[in-house]
Structure formats: structure tokens, C-alpha cells
């Protein structure tokens, strides 16, 4: 059993949303969106063929797997073309940087956050046009404005729902998502 406390509605009472017109299928654009290369073929192929602006991909697997190694190879690729931000709340910045070094990736369009306070995160990602962000990882990042515990129930479903609010916005996330020994991404009970 695990106590999961529910937060109080965010939203302001009796302020109507804006309304939005649905489209018709036939009129939805189906110009070709420019994918971004993640430069391994094989992740490509999973992403359909690149990083699409707005995506927000969560990268979940067994601890040690090797999720940070592939998305820092990614990030530095895809610095070639411009600015990306990659956060971790797992390891310092140094530890990401001796990474950086024993995989050959080095880019001065790659900037590094050693943070877990999601407002911090997110200020990080809305802070400039960034080609992707990546958030490592979804069990360590925490709202310090939340009783639970970072990797609770009720903060893994609180950030990964503001980091997809912003992801929504335009800015290409990777969050990694570590699995625990029942394959499931939530914690443990
Ligand atoms: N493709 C790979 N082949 C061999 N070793 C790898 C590979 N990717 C990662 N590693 C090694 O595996 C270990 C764990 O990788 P890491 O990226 O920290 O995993 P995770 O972030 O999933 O916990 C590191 O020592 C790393 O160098
Ligand atoms: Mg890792």
C-alpha cells in the first residue's frame, strides 16, 4: 500500500477556456514536418524518422541500461545544428562532462543543468530556443512544492505533466524514465 496524496485543482474556478474549432480530417496539413536526425538510424526509425518539434518521447529501461550514454550521444548531435540542453538530476555536471569526454562528443551548442526542481527545469527549457532538452530522469526531478517524495506516485505523475506541457509548446524533451524490477515505471511499492 502506498499513500498518494491528491493535490487541490490548479486551475481558476469559473474562468471559461478558450474555445477552438475542431478541423475536418481532409484539412489538417500534411506537409512533410522537418525531422531532426537524432544521428543513430535506429532511433530515427523508432522516432519515425526524427525528433518532430513538440514531441515528447520518455525513454524508459533497466538502471544502467545505458539510457543517459545514448541520450547524451543524441544531444550531441543534434548541438551540431544549434542549442541543446540536457539536465540531469542524477549526476553532476562534471560527471556528465568526463561522459561527454569518454564518448568523443564534444559541442559548445550543449549546455548542462545539474538540477531536480521541475520550476527550475522548466524555467531551463522556456529559457531559449532550444533544438531538443533532455530530462534525466522522471524519478529524480521533484516539485519541491509537493509533501511526497521525489519518485512518489503523485510527483512522477506531476512532473511528467509539466515537463509535457512545455514539451507541447515546441521544444523537442527526452525524458528518461528508469524501470523498476516489476517493468513498470512507477515506484516501487
Ligand atoms: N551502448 C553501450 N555499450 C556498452 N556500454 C554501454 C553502452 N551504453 C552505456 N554503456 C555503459 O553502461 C553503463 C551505464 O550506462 P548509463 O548510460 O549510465 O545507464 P543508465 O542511464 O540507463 O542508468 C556506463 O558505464 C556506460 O558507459
Ligand atoms: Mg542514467
Redesign the pocket.
Known amino acids: 500500500m502506498v499513500e498518494e496524496v491528491v493535490e487541490g485543482p490548479r486551475t481558476q474556478t469559473g474562468k471559461k477556456s478558450a474555445s477552438r474549432d475542431p478541423v475536418p480530417l481532409s484539412q489538417v496539413s500534411t506537409e512533410p514536418i522537418a525531422r531532426q536526425t537524432t544521428g543513430i538510424d535506429e532511433v530515427d526509425r523508432v522516432l519515425g524518422g526524427g525528433i518532430v518539434p513538440g514531441a515528447f518521447v520518455l525513454l524508459g529501461g533497466d538502471?544502467?541500461i545505458?539510457?543517459?550514454?545514448l541520450l547524451l550521444q543524441i544531444a550531441a548531435h543534434v548541438s551540431q545544428q544549434g542549442p541543446v540542453l540536457y539536465v540531469?538530476a542524477?549526476?553532476s555536471e562534471v560527471q556528465t562532462r568526463i561522459r561527454a569526454e569518454r564518448l568523443g562528443v564534444n559541442s559548445e551548442n550543449l549546455f548542462l543543468l545539474a538540477e531536480g526542481d521541475v520550476r527550475t527545469i522548466i524555467a531551463a527549457i522556456e529559457s531559449r530556443p532550444w533544438l531538443m532538452a533532455v530530462v534525466?530522469?522522471l524519478q529524480t526531478a521533484y516539485n519541491p512544492e509537493m509533501e511526497s517524495a521525489p519518485g512518489s506516485v503523485a510527483q512522477v505523475r506531476d512532473v511528467a505533466s509539466q515537463i509535457m506541457r512545455v514539451a507541447k509548446q515546441g521544444c523537442p524533451v527526452f525524458l528518461?524514465g528508469?524501470v523498476n524490477k516489476e517493468g513498470s515505471m512507477r515506484p516501487a511499492a
Open positions: 538502471p544502467g545505458g539510457k543517459s550514454t540531469t542524477e549526476e534525466d530522469s528518461v528508469h
